[in-house]
C-alpha cells in the first residue's frame, strides 16, 4: 500500500500532546490518521466529553474531523481493498451537533468483527455503548468521526446563500472518504444511508471519486442492511449522545442555562425542549441562545419571535447617532475600528472617534464574555 508523506500511516508509541488544530479539515487537506489506537481514544475523549471545539471552527471553516489509526491488518494487505459504510445521528434535533461517522474493515476481517450491528436507533443503549467499546477496541476496525457543531450548521444555513443541511451532510461523507484514502486506504466498496435522493446522490460521489475503484451503494435504511453502515451508525450515535451529556458551556464565565440540562431529547416536539428553549431565549445576549441551539432552526426562530418566552423581550442595540457636523455623514472605514492605530496617527478623525468612545460606555455584555477590541484584521485560511 502506498504511503502518503503528508498522512503517516505507521504506528508509533508516543502520545503527541492535544493540538485540536490537527483535527480541522481545510479545504482539501485532511487530518492525518493517529499513530495508535490509544492516542485516538485520547483525542476522541476530548472530543466528546470536554466538548473540544478546535478555534477557528466556531467561527469559519468546517467542524472536527478524527480519522483513527490505521489498523495493522489494513495496512499490510489492502490489495483488494476495505469496505466502508457512513452514517450520521442528530439530524433533526434542535439542541446539540450532527455527527457523522464512518467504519472500515477488509472484507476477509469479517469474523473478527462484532455480531449484533444494526441501526443504532434499533439497539438498546446497553448494547449500543458494548458494540461502540468493541469497536474502539478492535484491532481490525477504522473509523471517521466527523462533528457538525450547532454553530456551524446554524452558520450555513443562515448565510446569504444558505448551505443546507442536505448539501452539509453530503461533503461531510466525501470529506470522510477522502480522510480514508488520503491516508492511503483503498476502499473497495462504500455503503451510505442516503441522504435525498439515492441515484442522485450515487452518482455525484462517482463523478468526485472517478477514478479511485469504489463501488458506491447508497439506499434507504443502508444502515440496517450492511455491518459497515451499522457500525458508523453506532459511533455516531455514542458519540452525539456523550457529547451532549458532557457538554461544556461556553458562554460568559460560570455560564449556566435556566433548567440546567433539562432539555429532554432535543427535537423540537418534545415539550421538554420546547420549555428549555423558551427558558433559555435570549439568555446570552445579544445572540439569542447559547451555541447548543441550532439558532437557524425555525422553533429557535420562533421563539425570539416570540419575545424569549419567559426571559422577555428580545435586546435590542441603539445605533450610534451619527455625527453629521463632524464627520459630515460619511461611513466610517473598517480601518477606524481598528486600534493598532494611536489617536494622534488618525489626526482629527481619531480625536472624534476617541470622543464618541468616551460618551458611549462600554456596555456590560462585551466584558462578561471577554470580548477585547479588534487590533488586526487577519485573512481566513
Request: hydrophobic share 35%.
Amino acid at each position: 500500500m502506498a504511503e502518503d508523506p503528508q498522512h503517516p500511516i505507521e504506528g508509533t508509541e508516543t502520545h503527541p500532546s492535544i493540538d485540536p488544530s490537527v483535527l480541522l479539515p481545510f479545504n482539501t487537506r485532511s487530518p492525518a490518521p493517529q499513530p495508535d489506537r490509544s492516542t485516538t481514544k485520547l483525542l476522541l475523549d476530548s472530543l466528546l466529553k470536554n466538548s473540544l471545539r478546535p478555534e477557528p471552527c466556531d467561527v469559519f471553516g468546517s467542524g472536527p474531523l478524527l480519522l483513527s489509526d490505521i489498523p495493522a491488518v489494513i495496512r499490510n494487505n489492502n490489495e483488494r481493498g476495505v469496505i466502508l459504510g457512513i452514517d450520521e445521528a442528530g439530524r433533526g434535533p434542535v439542541l446539540g451537533p450532527m455527527t457523522y461517522a464512518a467504519a472500515f474493515w477488509n472484507p476477509d476481517s469479517a469474523d473478527s468483527i462484532p455480531r449484533g450491528f444494526n441501526d443504532s436507533k434499533q439497539l438498546t443503549p446497553e448494547k449500543r455503548a458494548s458494540l461502540f467499546e468493541q469497536i474502539l477496541s478492535s484491532e481490525t476496525i477504522g473509523f471517521v468521526l466527523r462533528i457538525l457543531h450547532a454553530s456551524e450548521i446554524s452558520r450555513n444555513m443562515l448565510r446569504r446563500a444558505p448551505y443546507n443541511l442536505n448539501a452539509m451532510s453530503h461533503d461531510a461523507a466525501i470529506e470522510m472518504i477522502w480522510a480514508v484514502l488520503n491516508a492511503g486506504v483503498r476502499i473497495d466498496t462504500c455503503y451510505i444511508d442516503t441522504v435525498g435522493i439515492a441515484d442522485s446522490y450515487t452518482r455525484m460521489l462517482e463523478r468526485v471519486f472517478e477514478g479511485k475503484g469504489i463501488t458506491f451503494i447508497v439506499e434507504k435504511k443502508a444502515d440496517a442492511k450492511y455491518a459497515p453502515c451499522s457500525a458508523a451508525s453506532v459511533v455516531a450515535k455514542e458519540s452525539r449522545d456523550t457529547i451532549i451529556a458532557n457538554w461544556k458551556w461556553t458562554e460568559a464565565h460560570n455560564y449556566e442555562p435556566k433548567n440546567s440540562r433539562e432539555f429532554g431529547s432535543g427535537y423540537p416536539g418534545d415539550p421538554k425542549c420546547k420549555a428549555w428553549l423558551d427558558s433559555n431565549c435570549n439568555i446570552d445576549v445579544p445572540f439569542g441562545f447559547p451555541d447548543f441551539v441550532r439558532f437557524s432552526w425555525a422553533p429557535a426562530k420562533n421563539a425570539l419571535k416570540d419575545g424569549g418566552g419567559e426571559s422577555g423581550p428580545v435586546i435590542r442595540w441603539d445605533a450610534d447617532e451619527d455625527e453629521e457636523d463632524e464627520s459630515g455623514g460619511k461611513q466610517s472605514s473598517m480601518d477606524s475600528f481598528v486600534v493598532s492605530k494611536t489617536v494622534e496617527d488618525m489626526g482629527r478623525k481619531g480625536r472624534i472617534l476617541e470622543e464618541l468612545r468616551r460618551k458611549k460606555p462600554r456596555l456590560d455584555i462585551f466584558n462578561e464574555l471577554g470580548l477585547s477590541k479588534v487590533t488586526k484584521f487577519v485573512e481566513a485560511p
